[in-house]
DNA sequence: TCACAATGTTAAACCAATCTAACAAATATA
DNA sequence: TATATTTGTTAGATTGGTTTAACATTGTGA
C-alpha cells in the first residue's frame, strides 16, 4: 500500500513538515511533536508511515526531506487551508483563530469539487440577491 | 465514559436511526448497516456505545428506542446537514449528491461557532461586496 | 406447529493511531 | 574529551472501529 491515500493524520503532519521547512529549512521530530501535540514516538511512527507512502524520505535518526509528491500534496492541502482560512474569517466573520480551526477540520474532508467551488467563489467574491 | 462526546461514526449511526425513527416509527439494525454500508455486527457494536452513552434505549434483539438527549442531538446533526447541503447547493451551485455528501462530511467537523455563522449566512443571503 | 429464512449477537482477529517507558543516538557543555 | 541533556526509536499496551464466521433468536409460511 505504497500509494494509499493519506489519513487526516497524515496530512497534518505532512502539512506540519512543509511548513517548517519552508520557512526554516528543515524540522525535527521534536517540533513536529510539538506542533502537533503528540509524543514524539507519534512522529516516529508518522514518519514511517509518510515515507512508506513516499510523501517524505527519511531514515533512522536521519533529516526529513520531502518528495516532489510531498510537496505537491501539501501544497494542495495548505492551498484548501488558506482559502477556508479566508472564507471563514471574511465571510462567516470569525476571528482567525476559530476560522483556522475549521479551515484545519474542514481542509481533510472537503471534496474535490466542492474546495474549487469555494476557490471561485473566493476569488469572484459573487454577490448573492436576497430571495 | 457515559457522557463522552460522539465521534463522527456515532454521529452517522445517530442520524440514520433518527431519520428512520421519524419517518417509519422504527427502525432494524438491518437497514442501518445496509445504510452505512457496514456489517450487522458493527451495528450491533454501534447499538451498545450509543446505548453506554445514552444516545438510545436498547435490549438485546429488542427495539431502538432514542433518548431525549439522543433527539437533541440526532436534530442539531440533522440541522446542520441541512444548512450545510443548502450552501453547496444554493451558494457553490453543486449538485444535490455532491453539496450532501460534503455536507456529511463537514457536520461533524464544524464548531459551533462557525455553523451558528454560517446559519446566519444562509437565513441572510447577505450580499457580499468586491473588493 | 414446525422448519426454514431472516435478523441479531458474539468471539476472535485485524488495523490505524495513539501512548508510556525503556533504551539508543546525537548534541552540547564543563 | 567525557559526561549530561536532548532528541529519536522501539516494544508493548490501549482504544475505537471494523470484519468474518459461527451461533442464537425471531418471524413466517407451508
Known sequence: MTNAILSSGLEDYLECIYNHINSTGGVKAIQISKDLNVSRASVTDALHRLAEK???????????????????????????????????????????????????????????QAFNKLKLFMKEKKVLVKT
Chains 1, 2 share one sequence.
Open 54 to 112: 513516499q510523501y517524505i524520505n527519511y531514515e533512522r535518526y536521519g533529516i526529513i526531506v520531502i518528495t516532489e509528491k510531498g510537496v505537491k500534496k501539501a501544497e494542495e492541502i495548505i492551498d484548501k487551508h488558506t482559502i477556508l482560512t479566508k472564507f471563514f474569517e471574511q465571510v462567516l466573520e470569525l476571528d482567525i483563530d476559530e476560522a483556522s480551526e475549521n479551515a484545519c477540520r474542514i481542509e481533510h474532508v472537503i471534496t474535490e
